[in-house]
T-cell receptor, first 116, second 110 residues
């Protein structure tokens, strides 16, 4: 149980275009989802917390107009990277709390974004 | 600045040995501690969590927590080549926000 499905698993896009990444909770309702970015051999860096029915909370240094987050339902959160540039190339991962969060998180399978 | 520190490794152990992974954290108010395993190119998967001082065992894995020393460790007994991965320590202070360490790469030699 507690599976988060993330799509696409990889995407290559041209510089200046936008890319949408979806995360769906398959067998539970996720009122909160977290979006992380991970560069090679580095840790997961929290980008934003998405809350169903309200605005996302962004971490310091993350441009909310560039990384658009929508959490319109209890099972779907999306991250759109707008006007992507090569420096946005990274591994993007979503996660949702297990239960009340005390038991950790379940992660989506990740999206490898390459901007050329 | 809340931090979670891990030795990046790589830590190399022979098959069948005990692998010991360590993590320190800076926020004394931290309440929950997690160990995740991440294979290359994949997303993390939860191995164990621990809240209270002492040891917590689950199969070949034992998590150890010492809040006074702000230290948490993961022991892997009878290490297998399939255990080769990066192990992430994660710490939660309050609410849902969790801080991840940079991870320790473990190699188990057959």
């Amino acid at each position: 149980g507690a599976v988060v499905s993330q799509h696409p698993s990889w995407v290559i896009c041209k510089s200046g275009t936008s890319v949408k990444i979806e995360c769906r909770s398959l067998d539970f309702q996720a009122t909160t989802m977290f979006w992380y970015r991970q560069f090679p051999k580095q840790s997961l860096m929290l980008m934003a917390t998405s809350n169903e029915g309200s605005k996302a909370t962004y971490e310091q240094g993350v441009e909310k107009d560039k990384f658009l987050i929508n959490h319109a339902s209890l099972t779907l959160s999306t991250l759109t990277v707008t006007s992507a540039h090569p420096e946005d190339s990274s591994f993007y991962i979503c996660s949702a709390p297990l239960g009340t969060g005390g038991g950790g998180y379940t992660f989506g399978s990740g999206t490898r974004l390459t901007v050329v | 600045q809340k931090e979670v520190e891990q030795n990046s490794g790589p830590l190399s152990v022979p098959e069948g040995a005990i692998a010991s992974l360590n993590c320190t954290y800076s926020d004394r108010g931290s309440q929950s501690f997690f160990w995740y395993r991440q294979y290359s190119g994949k997303s993390p998967e939860l191995i164990m969590f621990i809240y209270s001082n002492g040891d917590k065992e689950d199969g070949r894995f034992t998590a150890q927590l010492n809040k006074a020393s702000q230290y948490v460790s993961l022991l892997i007994r009878d290490s297998q080549p399939s255990d080769s991965a990066t192990y992430l320590c994660a710490v939660r202070s309050g609410g849902f926000k969790t801080i991840f360490g940079a991870g320790t790469r473990l190699f188990v030699k057959a």
